[in-house]
């Protein structure tokens, strides 16, 4: 069965704790969002983060995400993702959505860096034969050798994020969810990490990319969906809605 997306009128509230609604009502009113902001039947101050939203992909379509910070991009990811459920509305999601979102989600830092790739597949929905017949291409692939029997404590900043995506990136997905470049280590790794991302890409039926950069969107994506505020602004063929974001910028 092929991948297919369909959203409809999701809307996502996240709450905010430990902040008074008087005080951060009146920095969103300054922030021209006093509508995005409420209080729960509990008292607990809520934050609409994605209003409305409705949008249906097949297999072969590549979404580009466009809009401001706070806009609302990585929150539908983490909604597609299946880490948030929508407080409102419906979300259908046909195949296996792999997030390649926060790569370091489910590292434990006591266990070694082969444990760590077992204990990360399984979170990324990678059965044991998979993740067994896999384990020697990832630790081909960071490069990391003695140092993958080694707790991950022991490990610098770059050689975390260096296993953490050779695991998320080795998983098949039939959805991927990418949120902005993942920077992993110096730049011939870099290359080497962008040429993996290239074939995990052309690998899956539907890919939601969320990133500033307009130029990526228009070479790798056929659709666009333009965000502000949580609410769709515009969606469908990319240059038409990067032409009217940038058309909004300018004005």
Request: charged share 30%; proline share 0%.
């Given at each position: 069965m092929s991948a297919s997306i369909c959203l409809h009128q999701v809307c996502l509230d996240l709450p905010i704790f430990d902040v008074s609604a008087q005080?951060?009502?009146k920095r969103m009113m300054r922030l021209g969002r006093r509508n995005r902001i409420a209080e729960?039947?509990?008292?607990?101050?809520v934050v609409r983060s994605l209003d409305s939203i409705s949008l249906e992909l097949q297999a072969g379509d590549r979404l580009g995400l466009i809009g401001h910070n706070?806009?609302?991009?990585s929150s539908l990811l983490r909604v597609l993702a299946g880490i948030y459920a929508p407080t409102a509305g419906t979300v259908e999601v046909r195949g296996r959505a792999v997030p390649l979102l926060d790569i370091n989600l489910g590292m434990d830092d006591q266990s070694t860096g082969r444990q760590n790739i077992r204990l990360r597949g399984?979170?990324?929905?990678m059965g044991n034969a998979?993740?067994?017949?896999?384990?020697?291409?990832?630790?081909?692939?960071t490069e990391l050798g003695d140092y993958l029997d080694l707790p991950l404590r022991t490990y610098s900043s770059g050689m975390r994020l260096r296993l953490a995506f050779a695991i998320a990136s080795a998983v098949d997905a039939d959805i991927l969810l990418l949120d902005e470049v993942i920077g992993v280590g110096d730049a011939s790794f870099q290359d080497k990490a962008a040429r993996r991302l290239e074939q995990l890409h052309?690998?899956?039926?539907?890919?939601?990319l969320a990133i500033h950069d307009p130029k990526v969107i228009r070479q790798s994506c056929n659709k666009a969906l333009w965000l502000d505020r949580g609410q769709v602004r515009a969606f469908g063929d990319v240059d038409t809605v990067l032409d009217a974001y940038s058309r909004h910028n300018t004005a």
């Open positions: 005080s951060l009502k729960d039947n509990t008292g607990v101050v706070g806009a609302g991009k399984l979170l990324l929905g998979e993740i067994r017949a896999k384990t020697q291409d990832i630790a081909d692939f052309a690998r899956a039926e539907i890919v939601v």
